[in-house]
Antibody, heavy 116, light 108 residues
Framework: QVQLQESGPGLVKPSETLSLTCSVS????????WSWIRQPPGKGLEWIGY???????KYNPSLKSRVTISLDTSKRQFSLKLNSATAADTAVYYC??????????WGQGTLVIVSS | SSELTQDPAVSVALGQTVRITCQGD??????ASWYQQKPGQAPVLVIF???NRPSGIPPRFSGSNSGNTASLTITGAQAEDEADYYC???????????FGGGTKLTVL
């Protein structure tokens, strides 16, 4: 059974970098995309981007200039960095495995608040 | 605004059938997947690959596609089906992914 778990600071100051890590247990890292999604309080889901097991990445065009997703297959972890954070980046951040276009396994989510 | 459009809210009487729709140009080329999200929980995949259900999803959930519209149908809605439902697919550029704005389903 595949399980994902997000970790990282729950509070980030404006203009700083939001950094999260997702740890993957069970299943194979290979042949899947590994993705980040966020959900502002009371709002819908927003795809942030994904990384393929070979290291290739795709990002949401609206966030592309500020986002970096990386993968460490030896640690079975992938990470999100979002630069120049603002209050608009306050959200629950989810990591998920993507099979084609299907987000088939999700982490429980972690709330990140951007505030001074 | 999202490249995939969903009605914000839909209601259904207990035991009746409800259809939740998702519209977007990319759906003419790519299928939509569907997710159920209950308050305080992560989304759960309920339909993938046009009309496939992951293990554990009841058969009352089904999916379909026609033109630029994908639909999630719940046949015989139960109280536990009350949730937010999101569609997702590829965006107009094909390489990125998008979610619909979500539909809040109320079971009366």
């Amino acid at each position: 059974q595949v399980q994902l778990q997000e970790s990282g600071p729950g509070l980030v100051k404006p203009s700083e970098t939001l950094s999260l890590t997702c740890s993957v247990s069970g299943g194979s890292i290979n042949n899947y995309y590994w993705s980040w999604i966020r959900q502002p309080p009371g709002k819908g889901l927003e795809w942030i981007g994904y990384i393929f097991y070979n290291g290739s990445t795709k990002y949401n065009p609206s966030l592309k200039s500020r986002v970096t997703i990386s993968l460490d297959t030896s640690k079975r972890q992938f990470s999100l960095k979002l630069n120049s954070a603002t209050a608009a980046d306050t959200a629950v951040y989810y990591c998920a495995r993507v099979d084609g276009v299907d987000f088939d396994y999700w982490g429980q989510g972690t709330l990140v608040i951007v505030s001074s | 605004s999202s490249e995939l459009t969903q009605d914000p809210a839909v209601s259904v009487a207990l035991g009746q059938t409800v259809r939740i729709t998702c519209q977007g140009d990319s759906l003419r080329s790519y299928y939509a997947s569907w997710y159920q999200q209950k308050p305080g929980q992560a989304p759960v995949l309920v339909i993938f690959g046009y009309n496939n259900r992951p293990s554990g999803i009841p058969p009352r959930f089904s999916g379909s596609n026609s033109g630029n519209t994908a639909s999630l149908t719940i046949t015989g809605a139960q109280a536990e089906d009350e949730a937010d439902y999101y569609c997702n697919s590829r965006g107009s550029r094909g390489s990125h992914l998008v979610f619909g704005g979500g539909t809040k389903l109320t079971v009366l």
